[in-house]
């Protein structure tokens, strides 16, 4: 077989989304013969494996090889590719507009006009100015329709739902991502990668408009690209918002996968992917009750808007309630017009205004809080009524509110946040315990169950507390050794027997770093500092592995943790 078939069957892999063959097979072609088609191809099989900076150095290879033919077309394509890259992977907005210029270049010098709209939909989606930004991406959007380019058409209108979301048009912008995601997932288009681009547009507007269920019915319906093609958010700051959405929904097992392959795959990248992944996983350790973990992870990231919350949860669980209502305060003065972000911000506030036993700010607080769109943020209706009713309870108007708590633990359970169910629930049991101990027996009962299925420690703690206050008693509490994740679990099994890091990584088929991390990981969620404290408390709990831990590892990617 000879080069151009060679060629034809590696882009026959392509197509059909059979990464690691296409890999392999363009591996063969270019040590055969040197060609920019074989780059380029390369380099999208390499950017599906998340292998980004190879993948980018065969793309610049591709683009130099077109340039050097004048094949000004393919040229622009791949700079447009690399734009696409520097931005979405790399979070170099600098680089992505200079590769915007040369594509540009290539498009003047004798590429396809009908690339003008994807040239003004990556100028629009690096703009820093909304009005211009919004004009460009509307303009590639009619462009698309005009010339009958369905993939600039979806993602165009991905762009423009983020966009509107950002600016604080939540219900229209969702409705556009909404109309993506459909004509994406329903095959409209031709490049797989547009798949990609809507389905992290999508992810990133609901995690800003707190829309989990919308993103989460969204998930599933993209589970059947997934098994043919593979993971869609292969953006790092994706698969972080992909792993906070698995947060909310209680699918922290999965969560903890997620998140770890995020901060993995942001390494590469720049601060802000990073930080998310970070942010995240703080997130996770907070629910699961490893609140220094938690506060460990935030260090890095008390910069970062959409951790402003988590931050003063973790602040008031260490005894710093202070500290949290002036955090929350902060950031609540520098929304500017993201108003998005504000039922999230104003409720928190509330809760750590009464864990200070600032009353009255808290009742200020709630009564702004009334004031938010619930159109415009689907949890709003349920932290509002959250509120209300924490702070009807602090007032001593018991019966407003038990009515407010049980309108927000059926909107919890309506949005597909059991946590916030559970932890309401054991709200109404506080307020009804005086007037009807058996029916806070029942209410904390059931938040108890929800907790401990969740593996929420400290919550749940709390909850077997109050109940034993009402002389019911409770089962032991889960130890914390199911805090650690399947990976962590085994992890700790090496380090029980003695395995070096390049031992366990070899045994489990991961990366030594990924062992590192997870080293670090358990340490800090047992509370323990050195391997040889772990190595003894695995040993002497080797008897108390949770339900769901794995019998056996299979041979997996290194690249997994």
């Known amino acids: 077989m000879g080069y151009a078939e060679h060629l034809v069957e590696a882009q026959g892999l392509l197509a059909a989304g059979h990464w690691e063959q296409a890999r392999q097979q363009l591996g063969e072609v270019l040590a055969e013969h040197e060609s920019p088609e074989a780059h380029d191809g390369l380099g999208t099989a390499l950017w599906w494996l ?56 290539s498009v003047e010098a004798g590429g396809d006009d009908r690339l003008d709209g994807w040239l003004g939909l990556m100028e629009g989606y690096t703009c820093d100015e909304p009005q211009r930004q919004r004009t ?61 681009w809507a389905s992290c547009s999508m992810l990133t507007a609901c995690s800003l408009a707190g829309d989990q269920r919308r993103a989460a019915q969204w998930c599933g319906a993209a589970d059947r690209f997934a098994e043919r093609y593979g993971c869609p958010f292969l953006l790092a700051r994706c698969r972080s918002h992909y792993g906070r959405l698995l947060v909310a929904l209680g699918e922290w097992d999965r969560a903890e996968i997620e998140l770890n392959q995020a901060l993995t795959m942001s390494a590469d990248c720049g601060r802000e992917p990073r930080i998310e992944a970070l942010a995240g996983l703080a997130e996770l350790r907070l629910r699961q009750g490893a609140v220094e973990a938690a506060a460990a992870l935030l260090a890095e990231v008390a910069d970062l808007p959409s951790a402003v919350v988590i931050t003063a949860e973790v602040l008031t669980a260490q005894g710093h309630p202070e500290r949290a209502v002036a955090v929350l305060q902060a950031r609540l003065a520098a929304l500017m017009g993201h108003e998005s972000q504000f039922p999230i911000v104003a409720a928190g506030l509330v809760d750590a205004c009464l864990a200070y036993g600032d009353v009255s700010m808290a009742v200020t607080t709630a009564a702004a809080l009334q004031c938010a769109s619930s159109s415009q943020h689907p949890q709003a209706a349920a932290l509002i009524h959250r509120a209300d009713g924490v702070v009807a309870a602090t007032v001593g108007n018991a019966e407003v509110a038990e009515r ?59 909850t077997a507390a109050f109940l034993r206050g009402l002389g019911v008693a409770t089962k032991p509490g889960r130890r914390e050794r199911g805090l650690l994740s399947r990976r ?49 408390y695995a040993a002497t709990h080797s008897g108390s592995k949770p339900a769901g831990a794995p019998r056996s590892h299979k041979t997996g990617d290194k690249s997994q943790s």
């Open 50 to 105: 998340s292998r980004i900076r190879e993948s980018l150095d065969h793309r610049e290879r591709a683009y130099a090889g077109y340039l050097a033919q004048r094949r000004h077309r393919e040229a622009a394509i791949v700079a447009i590719d690399i734009s696409v890259c520097q931005l979405s992977n790399l979070d170099n907005p600098v680089a992505a507009r200079g590769w915007i210029a040369r594509a540009r270049r």
């Open 136 to 196: 460009l991406l509307t303009a590639a959007l009619n462009f698309a329709r005009r010339v009958g380019d369905r993939d600039l058409e979806l993602v165009a209108l991905a762009d423009l739902g983020l966009m509107l979301v950002v600016q604080g048009e939540v219900p229209d912008g969702l409705n556009l991502l909404d109309e993506a995601m459909a004509g994406t997932l329903g095959g409209e288009g031709q490049r797989l990668d547009t798949v990609v």
């Open 404 to 462: 407010r708590l049980r309108a927000a633990i059926r909107d919890f359970e309506r949005l597909d946040l059991p946590f916030w169910a559970a932890r309401t629930r054991l709200d109404l049991a506080e307020v009804v315990a005086k007037a009807d101990p058996p029916l806070a027996i029942v209410e904390a009962s059931r938040a108890l169950d929800r907790l401990e299925r969740l593996g929420a420690v400290r919550e749940s703690a709390a």
């Open 488 to 536: 962590e679990l085994e992890v700790l099994d090496g380090v029980r027997r003695g395995l070096t890091n390049p031992q366990i990584a070899d045994q489990l088929f991961i990366s030594r770093r990924t062992v590192a991390h997870h080293v670090s990981s358990l340490l800090a969620k047992l509370n323990l500092k050195t391997r040889s404290e772990a190595a003894a």
